[in-house]
């Protein structure tokens, strides 16, 4: 496991201590680690209970911002098609000196909320990463999560310094939303039911398109709707689960997932022993074979 910094700097205070005399902190914790007698915990459950999380430092240090640590550069994001054109560009934006140009682009072009060339427009790293750990730790404040104000810190410096360092990363909906929407959707998927009337499958498209639009990817089992073999009550034939998830999938295309570039993402599920199964086995292969005759056209 990585050491950083404040697990050094404890280490080298903790044999300080323990050279001139003083208890080994270790001997410490090891104590209070004990079990207690039954005097002890009645004498405990007499007192206040502290309430909230300690939060301990492991790659920061009190009084750092972790933003000060390193160093940043200018750089542009900029990203071209197969044909060299140019289909993305912002200029001047403040991105860590150790991040790849592909990482650079992935989050300006991503990310980064407002619009291009606006003023309110995103513009540095430290922007984007700072109104997600700071709406954390606001929500964090608001609730009483951390037993102390120094905790709160610790963890929202130790947040920090995980993001900017690539040790971890939220998922897209996160960067979409966190600090920039007033009751952000952070959840990367959702999982739909749908019913066998046309009220809940139309309910369902407009379910999808909002978690869509925030940035969400979806699931659904289509297995409830009727067969394209069965009748209908008024007369007719079905239209059948692949009818309508044809349809699903138009508006996933359409809807740009966090109103940015890429495509929703979506999952649609068939049981092995409903009767259109076939079908929507088949159905890919088709929508591929289409995918391509357009491609060859040009």
């Known amino acids: 496991m ?72 200018i750089r542009s994001a900029v990203i071209g098609n197969e044909k060299g054109k140019v289909v993305f560009e912002q200029r001047d934006v403040e991105i860590p000196s150790f991040w790849s140009q592909q990482a650079t682009n992935i989050v300006v072009s991503k990310y980064f909320r407002g619009q291009i060339g606006a003023p309110e427009r995103e513009h540095s790293v430290k922007q984007l990463i700072g109104r997600v750990v700071d709406t954390i730790t606001r929500w964090a404040r608001d609730q009483k999560y951390f037993a102390s104000e120094d905790a709160l810190q610790s963890f929202s410096h130790e947040l920090k310094h995980l993001l900017v360092y690539q040790k971890a990363a939220f998922n897209s909906p996160v960067w979409f939303n966190c600090g920039f929407e007033a009751a952000p959707q952070c959840s990367a998927c959702f999982i739909n039911s749908v019913k066998d009337t ?94 391509w005759a357009l491609i060859d056209a040009g």
């Not at 809940?200 to 398109?209: D, P, Q």
């Not at 007369?235 to 570039?261: E, L, N, Q, R, W």
Request: net charge negative; hydrophobic share 35%.
């Open 198 to 291: 046309m009220d809940s499958i139309l309910t369902l498209a407009r379910t999808e398109g909002m978690l869509f639009k925030f940035g969400s990817g979806t699931g659904s089992n289509l297995s409830t709707i009727r067969s394209s073999q069965e009748v209908l009550a008024g007369g007719g034939t079905a239209s059948g689960p692949v009818s309508f998830m044809k349809g699903y999938d138009a508006f996933a295309g359409v809807i740009k997932s966090g109103g940015k570039t890429r495509r929703a993402a979506k999952m649609v599920i068939l049981n092995a022993d409903h009767p259109d199964i076939v079908e929507f086995i088949n159905c890919k292969v088709e929508e591929e074979k289409k995918a």
């Open 2 to 73: 990585e050491r950083g910094p404040a697990r050094e700097a404890a280490a080298a205070g903790q044999q300080a201590e323990t050279q001139s005399g003083a208890v080994d902190p270790t001997t410490r914790a090891r104590k209070s680690s004990e079990p207690r007698t039954g005097e002890q915990r009645d004498a405990g459950s007499r007192g206040t209970a502290v309430q909230g999380l300690e939060f301990p430092r492991y790659f920061t240090l009190p009084g750092v911002d972790p933003f000060d640590e390193i160093e940043w550069e």
